[in-house]
């Protein structure tokens, strides 16, 4: 069993700057591949991005391609979202995921809010 906790979400101004981070415990994410996905009101919840379990491929979503950086520490067990340049379509609730061949994981996920 993965249990994921994600933090760092709160209000920023647009063209603004946050970093989500998602802590893992229960066991290793090293064989995992790790990533973010995030529901606006009203709206499915939709990918934003991935990384491979080694770290070598990344995967970003079109809507923040270039603005929104994914990276892992499997020494920390956490993962990352560095989301810059941020837009008000970018608010939203943000969900960490963990998965693998046979199995997969959700953090209880944390509120972005861009507004003036």
């Known amino acids: 069993q993965v249990q994921l906790v994600e933090s760092g979400g709160g209000l920023v101004q647009p063209g603004g700057s946050l970093r989500l981070s998602c802590e893992a415990s229960g066991r290793t994410l090293s064989s995992f591949a790790v990533g973010w996905f995030r529901q606006a009101p009203g709206k499915d919840r939709e990918f934003v991005a991935a990384?491979?379990?080694?770290?070598?491929?990344?995967y970003s979503a079109r809507s923040v391609k270039g603005r929104f950086t994914i990276a892992r520490d499997n020494a920390k067990n956490t993962m990352y979202l560095q989301m810059n340049s941020l837009k008000p379509e970018d608010t939203g609730v943000y969900y960490c995921?963990?998965?693998?061949?046979?199995?997969?994981?959700w953090g209880q996920g944390t509120q972005v809010t861009v507004s003036s």
């Open positions: 995921n963990a998965r693998r061949v046979l199995d997969s994981y």
């Open positions: 990384i491979s379990w080694s770290g070598g491929s990344t």
